[in-house]
């Protein structure tokens, strides 16, 4: 007890009357600690708190500030060696309690101080106690300090504490996980791992989903088998939690069917643990999950005989001899080869268990048994009862064909037949399949020198109404309705019938694809060059007119090309011909016309008269399309000339300069004023330039005025150079006003930028005269221009050319020798 005496002075006299006239108020309690607090001793001060909180034992801030002040005191002090004076202030704590045990401030200070001594099971029962006091709405203050305080006691205590917590919070459940997974309670993690899986409203604190969870309780499962508790009493089944994963997971049934095996293994279980695996691998679905469990199986099998074979080594070095163990070893051993052998197979079952309708999957099974027939046969039959037609993955056909042929490389025709007569009843996905089908059994006759029966065959095969209404293209009827109209079919039966049979035959097969009216281009030419190499010539032709009654451009053009060529070479009447080509050309379209054109062209030119080649050439000129009336113009022109000579070319340079586009015109153009100037028409050629003049733009044409400058400094004066020019600046600044052109030309513009810069840096302001006079003269050194013009003196070698007035010769000026 505190000595009054001792511990009042007289300053605290004021103090004390406050308090005896206010007993009951808390202010000259805080005033009078406040005092002490800046002038009076520890001991002073504890003096003053303690009577505050003896006189008022319900005052929340006196006690706050007393305990406040012991437990700073104390703070320094190691709990251990001072375990006394950490008891006194636990007294204190409990006297405040006892009265203010609603306050939840004042037990967190008290557990906070707890927390901070060795004192384990004391405290958990304050935690409690705390806990029973304070109303539900404040126990999440006092968890905050309980939830570490039970992680740092660890063992059982921990678990107790977490069990009541996960009963107010079971959110936190993953945590509860952990803490029972690190103190070894594997039974009762898996437990609370099931309670969470079974909740649907459960929501992972750490963003973990349903699968992940259930993974980490097989991982926990797995990896603990022998210290997790199982069967009826604990409710926990291994095998079937793993196995409803397997069929609710399917993307990760190869490393579940894995982890059962190893749980099965650590069990002991190597048998059950080999069930596993072997079930495994002939259920999986996919090679990664296949390639996942049969390595382990893999793995497995050799760490059981590597371990047998150290314990057979072991007994060797002993001298003792165990023959079942060696037995035993030798089983395995023979195990394993035989697991490593049919690796393949197995393999091949995971693809075919993807999709047994792979087709390409089932002829890889059939060559991985190689000679073994019995299983060769019976892998065709699983394969043909397993395959759906209609969905089968690649060439169906080719797997009953790759049947029949396996009996028949076996010498047994008649099997590989009822094969055959199977397969063509089968319903395939398409027309074509069953046609090869067909083509396939009558190859098979073939082979064995069976032709009658070949031809047999594909006549059965092609079978129809003699007036079929059948659409080949009707999905809705199977295939056998409409193989009939299968062109492959009937052009390897027309094939068959022309090797094996007569003529008759064979133009009764043409006959017969002509009538269902599936006759291709090809169909029309074969018959016809049958027909030829017969020498019926007249027939071979009717069925070229046939094929053209059948079809339309551009496939006429080639039928056309042909009959043409033959009859043209046959040297039929040429009126009959002249009418063919008249047929050919009536309804051809433009670009197809020119070849049709040229070859009537050339039978005239051979066998008619020159003037009847020119006016069909003339016609060409106008029905060939817009790429090819150039050529045709300049063949025209040609042949024109070489018949008629150049004169009678000029009507067709005016054809075609008047029907061909500008840049065509031009080039025409030019042509046509060179044939003028070699028949010495001077005018007539400048008249030509002079109308070329009008669509050749001076800055995108320049090679066209050069070749009128050379022309007039070769053949004008300068009266027509003049006009030349003033000819170029007109058509210039037409086309410098035409805003369409301007952007039509902007491109060629641009290409043509270092010419203009070059053309540019020229004086533009010269006046006419000067500028005729410095071209003429010019043009007139490189030409070697007539008389009339005046050439410049040429400059000896290493000097410098100076030019010497020259006076103008009139060879016809009289001389008058006259004296001085």
Not at 610 to 624: C, P, Q
Not at 770 to 779: F, H, I, R, S
Not at 787 to 799: I, L, M, Q, R, T
């Amino acid at each position: 007890m505190f000595s009054n005496r001792v511990l009042t002075t007289e300053d605290d006299f004021p103090y004390e009357q406050d308090i005896e006239r206010n007993p009951a108020s808390t202010k000259p309690w805080l005033a009078y600690i406040e005092y002490k607090m800046r002038h009076g001793t520890l001991l002073e001060q504890a003096y003053v708190m303690e009577r505050a909180c003896v006189q008022l034992p319900r005052s929340y801030k006196l006690w706050k500030m007393y305990l406040q002040f012991r437990t700073k005191h104390v703070a320094k002090l190691n709990a251990a060696l001072h375990a006394s004076e950490y008891r006194k202030v636990n007294a204190l704590f409990e006297r405040a309690l006892i009265l203010l045990n609603k306050m939840p401030r004042i037990w967190e200070m008290y557990l906070r101080f707890l927390m901070q001594q060795p004192l384990v099971t004391f405290t958990r029962r304050t935690f409690d106690r705390a806990l029973r006091a304070l109303p539900i709405t404040q126990h999440n203050r006092i968890w905050a300090l309980y939830r570490p305080f039970a992680n740092s006691a660890e063992g059982e205590t921990a678990v107790k504490i977490w069990r009541r917590y996960m009963q107010v919070h079971p959110e936190d459940a993953e945590d509860f996980i952990e803490l029972l997974t690190t103190v070894g309670l594997y039974t009762e993690a898996v437990h609370k791992y099931i309670t969470i899986l079974n909740n649907p409203r459960f929501q992972s604190k750490n963003g973990k989903g349903h699968y992940e969870l259930w993974s980490e309780m097989v991982d926990l499962l797995v990896e603990h088998a022998t210290e997790i508790q199982t069967g009826h009493e604990t409710g926990i089944d291994v095998e079937r939690i793993i196995r409803s994963g397997i069929e609710r997971f399917a993307d990760q049934r190869g490393k579940l069917w894995c982890g059962l095996a190893t749980y099965w293994i650590r069990r002991g279980s190597f048998e059950r643990a080999r069930d596993v695996f072997e079930e495994g691998i002939t259920t999986v679905m996919t090679v990664r999950d296949f390639t996942l469990v049969f390595d382990s199986y893999v793995e497995f099998e050799e760490s059981i005989i590597g371990a047998l074979m150290e314990l057979a080594s072991g007994r060797a070095e002993k001298g003792v001899v165990d023959e079942a163990a060696d037995f035993d070893l030798d089983i395995r051993m023979m195990r394993f080869e035989h697991l490593m052998d049919r690796r393949p197979f197995l393999l091949n079952d995971v693809l075919l268990r993807q999709n047994p309708n792979n087709v390409t999957e089932w002829e890889k099974r059939v060559a991985l048994w190689g000679g073994n027939k019995p299983e060769v046969v019976q892998t065709y039959t699983d394969a043909i009862a397993a395959i759906q037609p209609k969905k089968a993955v690649g060439a169906f056909h080719q797997l009953w064909a790759n049947y029949a042929k396996f009996y028949e490389s076996g010498g047994d025709l008649r099997s590989a037949r009822m094969i055959m007569e199977k397969a063509v009843k089968v319903p395939f996905k398409s027309v074509e399949e069953l046609a090869l089908m067909w083509i396939e059994w009558a190859e098979m006759e073939l082979r064995n020198e069976n032709f009658d029966d070949a031809v047999k065959i594909m006549a059965k095969a092609v079978q129809a109404p003699k007036r079929s209404t059948v659409d080949y293209y009707d999905e809705t009827l199977s295939p056998q309705q409409r193989v009939h109209k299968c062109w492959k079919l009937w052009s390897f039966y027309v094939d068959l019938v022309e090797s094996v049979s007569t003529l008759e035959e064979t133009r009764k097969v043409y006959e017969r694809i002509f009538e269902l009216r599936i006759a291709t281009p090809q169909t029309v030419v074969n018959y016809a060059n049958l027909l030829e190499e017969h020498k019926y010539y007249e027939e071979s032709f009717k069925i070229y007119e046939r094929g053209l009654d059948l079809f339309s451009y551009p496939v006429a053009f080639e039928l056309w090309n042909l009959y043409l060529t033959k009859a043209v070479d046959r040297k039929i009447s040429i009126e009959r011909l002249r009418d063919l080509f008249e047929q050919a050309v009536e309804n051809c379209p433009p670009r197809f016309a020119k070849v049709i054109y040229l070859m009537y062209g050339n039978l005239e030119e051979e066998r008619g008269l020159a003037r009847h080649a020119m006016r069909i050439y003339e016609r060409a000129t106008r029905a060939v399309s817009d790429e090819d009336r150039a050529d045709m113009f300049n063949f025209f022109i040609t042949k024109s000339a070489s018949n008629f000579g150049l004169p009678s070319t000029r009507r067709i340079y005016e054809l075609a300069i008047a029907a061909l586009p500008d840049n065509e015109a031009r080039d025409m153009c030019l042509k046509f004023a060179d044939m003028e100037k070699r028949l010495g028409e001077i005018d007539r050629a400048r008249a030509i330039y002079g109308h070329a003049s009008q669509f050749c733009d001076p800055r995108t044409n320049p090679g066209f005025w050069q070749k009128w400058e050379s022309f007039e400094v070769q053949h004008g004066n300068e009266d027509t150079f003049k006009e030349m020019l003033r000819i170029k600046r007109s058509v210039q600044a037409q086309y410098n006003t035409d805003v369409n052109f301007i952007a039509s030309q902007a491109l060629a513009r641009q290409q043509q930028a270092a010419a203009a810069q070059q053309a540019g840096g020229q004086a533009q302001g010269e006046e006419m005269d000067e500028e005729v006079a410095d071209a003429m003269a010019q043009l007139e050194r490189q030409a070697r221009a007539p008389a009339g013009f005046v050439a410049s003196s040429e400059a000896p070698k290493g000097g410098i050319a100076t030019q010497q007035p020259v006076q103008a010769v009139n060879p016809d000026a009289i001389d008058l020798d006259m004296d001085e």
